[in-house]
């Protein structure tokens, strides 16, 4: 039978950082006599019991974890943590039923930043920094899972990510201490750096703590309904444009970087082929934007540029309304919707390192064709890719497509128009945030959507940014078989 107490005793001490972590919007809140303090306090007091209880009825060895653990481990912490993480947002002056509560906590935590508050230029700190630091811890979450627990669970070709290649064991805890350390410094590291930089170019000292949250973690949560247009400087838009697509970037890299190889990310295939997408997309939209609204080329460029980088990597923060640029730019944002950024950051979608390696396959496939002797495999960073992460890559492509389209489909049945429908389906499985149409767009938010949506794109983002396997396996019959 299943032990499930090193799953529940693990959660337990999720959910007590994270109560932690309510008592800081509750100190801003009581700072200003915001009465929401007491909301915060109130569930920072529940969520700490609740974790602490967890853990104190669960203790015993925790130090390895079996595969069908990881998962369940995995997942329950990602249905568990927006849950209590959505109390303050229920229960504040808010006028948010529990719903849009645990879905702005689902959309803060998988670092998805699609919203159903409006009126955020008056909300109180207290709420705006919440929804921050939910960007933020999700954001570390993420990553942390996805080079330690996805690799030791051969998850969709994570099994290339692991720290000791050698190392077969299903012993999974070890390896993400190894792992925290190392992207807690680079986390911190560029979150520090990237606050200094928004206070420095403009920013006032809260806006840029919550936007530097937002932007390391890929989250996207602003504390203006006008997102980063509330800043008319370029200088500023600039900045954030950097920042973004650093944040997609592969954590490890950087550490390997600042320990003496700084050509470590550039040669990267991953990274390689990211900003080869990312510039070339820039540029072509920066033309057709240009071109069909005759409008200076340095603020097309800005625009662009912020555009395709707030998109692409999952940010989701946004300057101006893209979706009125024409048909053309339309198509070209929600194609790149499901790029997203590299293996081994906060920014979610397929993923480069897939598409790198699909790239590669399809090559190897047309060479194959000319000479049928001769023997082609994929390959990365060059050196061959095993069958086995060839066939999980390509499997999870298959099914990021299905998924798409069956959450494409229960969000029409819903009521939902074809465009709101397929753009939220796409945005919340790739973890970007808003969508397209005249709902969701970048100009809109999520809350006009029925509360069947809301669950079904809650659902949408969790699956999306656990890889879709992690949830999936745990249907199976046999994952619960001895």
């Not at 070709?157 to 190894?178: L, T």
């Not at 946004?318 to 339309?330: E, I, N, R």
């Not at 993923?351 to 994929?378: E, G, Y």
Request: proline residues 4%.
């Amino acid at each position: 039978m299943l032990d499930l107490k090193p799953v529940l005793f693990i959660n337990g001490l999720m959910l007590t950082v994270l109560g932690g972590g309510m008592i800081i919007p509750a100190l801003i809140d009581l700072g200003v006599s915001n009465p929401d303090w007491q909301v915060f306090a109130a569930a920072a007091l529940t969520t700490i019991f609740c974790g602490v209880a967890l853990q104190l009825a669960n203790r015993g060895d925790v130090q390895s974890l079996s595969a069908r653990q990881g998962f369940l481990l995995t997942v329950l912490a990602w249905l568990a943590l927006p849950a209590f993480g959505a109390l303050p947002i229920a229960f504040a002056d808010l006028d948010a039923n529990y719903t849009d509560a645990y879905f702005e906590a689902m959309s803060g935590l998988t670092a998805t930043g699609a919203t159903v508050l409006t009126g955020l230029d008056t909300t109180p700190p207290g709420i705006l920094m919440w929804r921050a630091l939910l960007n933020w811890f999700g954001g570390v979450g993420i990553i942390v899972m996805a080079l330690s627990v996805l690799p030791a669970l051969q998850v969709a070709g994570y099994q290339m990510f692991r720290m000791e290649s050698s190392d077969n064991s299903e012993k999974i805890v070890p390896r993400v201490a190894q792992l925290a350390n190392v992207v807690a410094i680079v986390y911190v590291g560029l979150t520090v750096v990237c606050l200094l930089s928004y206070w420095i170019a403009g920013m006032t000292f809260f806006d840029a703590v919550c936007h530097a949250f937002a932007t390391v973690s890929t989250g996207g949560f602003s504390t203006s309904d006008k997102s980063l247009a509330v800043y008319p400087s370029p200088y500023l838009h600039w900045i954030v444009t950097i920042f973004m697509a650093m944040a997609a970037l592969p954590f490890t890299l950087y550490f390997k970087a600042l320990r003496g190889q700084p050509m470590a990310l550039l040669k990267d295939n991953q990274v390689q082929l990211y900003f080869s997408l990312l510039v070339g997309f820039t540029v072509l939209v920066t033309l057709w934007y240009w071109k069909t609204f005759d409008v200076d080329l340095m603020t097309a460029l800005s625009h662009s540029a912020f555009s395709v980088t707030a998109v692409m990597t999952g940010s989701g923060f946004a300057v101006t309304d893209y979706q009125l640029w024409g048909s053309f730019a339309f198509g070209v944002f929600f194609m790149i919707t499901f790029l997203g950024g590299c293996a081994g950051s906060s920014a979610g979608g397929i993923k480069m390192f897939r598409i790198w390696i699909l790239f590669s396959l399809t090559r190897a496939q047309l060479r194959k064709l000319l000479r049928p002797h001769s023997l082609f495999v994929a390959r990365y960073n060059g050196r061959p890719v095993a069958l086995s992460t060839v066939g999980s890559v390509v499997s999870f492509f298959f099914l990021f497509i299905v998924s798409f389209l069956v959450f494409t489909m229960l969000l029409m049945a819903t009521g939902l128009d074809l465009v709101t429908a397929a753009s939220g389906a796409a945005t919340s499985l790739a973890n970007v945030g808003p969508g397209l149409g005249e709902i969701i767009g970048p100009a809109g938010t999520f809350q006009p959507l029925p509360d069947t949506a809301k669950w079904i794109l809650s659902l949408a983002m969790m699956m999306g940014r656990l890889e879709l396997y992690t949830v999936l396996v745990l249907m199976t019959p046999a994952f619960w078989r001895d």
